[in-house]
């Protein structure tokens, strides 16, 4: 409300320096200023409100120094009746967009809270936290993902990011999240279940029975990810990734970069590239926590363009549950951003082992993990 002072402030200072300025000074053409200004941040009734009175102010001009019928006076009363109408008009388009990409986010918003199924705060000895960051709000809403499911055995987790933004990304990760939660309790080992991830992303990309008519051609449709399992009685985790950041182990006050020695390529990828799904096993001790993200945390940058420091902003948490993690976290992130605006969506899992909750059973030796 305080920006429509500024173009009434405009017409009434045209205005009276116009009626006392000298007889060959005209400044009526000033007042296209006020409706061209106003229609940049107001809506079509407003813009030709101010528009009107414009005219009025001019035809007041007009009567103060000569009469409505001089010639200079009427062209531009006309002139500035003609423009008033051109930017209202453009106000309303501009509104008809706005509306329209509400709508569609507003939409592809629901339908991502239908995809992304909240997490519980507790999973077997694990105790879980997980946050989605929406990009500002003019951007489309991305294919960021996550979820997990308890097996007899333990707990498994994925974190992904699916190539592109708005509904059609949605819809990709609901192909990969559906996928991972019918298979999850069926495939006994990780590479098995990531196998599986991989046929539903490529029956989708293929344009199979499953693909849809706005899927994306074969190479151009991918998903990367991150997949974790978690036994309940080892104090241990087995990670698969394909083509996904590292995920970070949280121990002692370091921070340590899960990273495989035989990443896959990408969901939909490997039918372009030979290579299986390995997965390696790391230490996972009572009291460790780890945390899984998307690449809009680390792509984030600051005003000076420099990307997000997540494993440096991670090691400085003073340690109280992975809640209070993605809490300092997120206010980290949101303070290093511009404005608070994220030029991408993120999303954020952390993971903790409760102290006391593994049971004692035979458990392969753990992978060292990398710093």
């Known amino acids: 409300m305080a ?19 000298p007889p060959d000074v005209h400044l009526g053409p000033f007042l296209v200023a006020a409706p061209a200004l106003t229609a940049s941040f107001a809506g079509p009734r407003m813009t030709g409100f101010v528009g009107a009175v414009a005219v009025l102010a001019q035809s007041t001009v007009a009567i103060w120094r000569t009469t409505l019928t001089d010639l200079n006076h009427t062209f531009q009363i006309i002139a500035l009746v003609l423009i008033s109408a051109f930017v209202t008009f453009f106000a309303h388009l501009r509104e008809v967009h706005e509306e329209q ?28 936290a997980a946050v ?28 992904g990011d699916v190539r592109g933004k708005g509904l059609e990304a949605v819809g990709e990760a ?23 991830l991989e046929a539903a992303v490529a029956a989708d990309t293929d344009g199979g029975e499953g693909a849809g008519e706005g899927s994306a051609p074969p190479g151009e449709g991918f998903t990367t990810a991150a997949v974790i399992d978690v036994p309940d009685g080892a104090s241990t985790l087995q990670v698969v990734s394909c083509g996904h950041p590292p995920p970070l182990l949280l121990r002692g006050g370091r ?33 460790d926590v780890v945390l899984l993200y998307t690449d809009g945390v680390i792509e ?15 090691g400085d948490w003073p340690g109280d549950g992975p809640d209070a993690l993605l809490r300092h976290l997120c ?9 608070g605006r994220l030029g991408d969506d993120a999303a954020m899992v952390a993971i903790e082992r409760v102290r006391g909750s593994t049971r004692s059973s035979p458990t ?7 710093e």
Do not use: C, K, N
Not at 3 to 21: E, M, S
Not at 108 to 122: G, K, S
Not at 257 to 267: F, G, N, Q, R, S
């Open 3 to 21: 920006l429509l002072a500024v173009p009434f402030a405009l017409i009434a200072i045209v205005t009276v320096v116009d009626i006392l300025a």
């Open 101 to 128: 990409l509400t709508q569609l986010r507003s939409v592809a918003e629901a339908a991502q809270r239908v995809v992304l199924r909240p997490l519980p705060d507790r999973m077997g000895p694990l105790r879980v």
């Open 174 to 196: 609901a192909i990969v999240l559906g996928a991972f939660r019918a298979a999850a309790h069926q495939e006994d080992d990780l590479p098995g279940l990531v196998a599986h």
């Open 364 to 370: 392969p030796p753990p992978r060292p993990a990398r």
């Open 255 to 287: 921070v340590i970069a899960l990273e495989v020695d035989h990443p896959a390529p990408p969901l939909g990828l490997t039918q372009f590239v030979e290579s299986g799904f390995a997965a390696q096993t790391f230490a996972f001790e009572p009291g």
């Open 132 to 159: 989605y960051l929406a990009a500002e709000a003019e951007a489309q809403i991305g294919g960021d993902l996550y979820a997990a499911a308890r097996t007899p055995h333990g707990t498994r987790l994925i974190i």
């Open 331 to 339: 206010a980290d992130l949101l303070g290093h951003s511009p404005g």
């Open 300 to 314: 984030a940058r600051d005003e000076d363009g420099a990307f997000y420091p997540l494993p440096e902003r991670a």
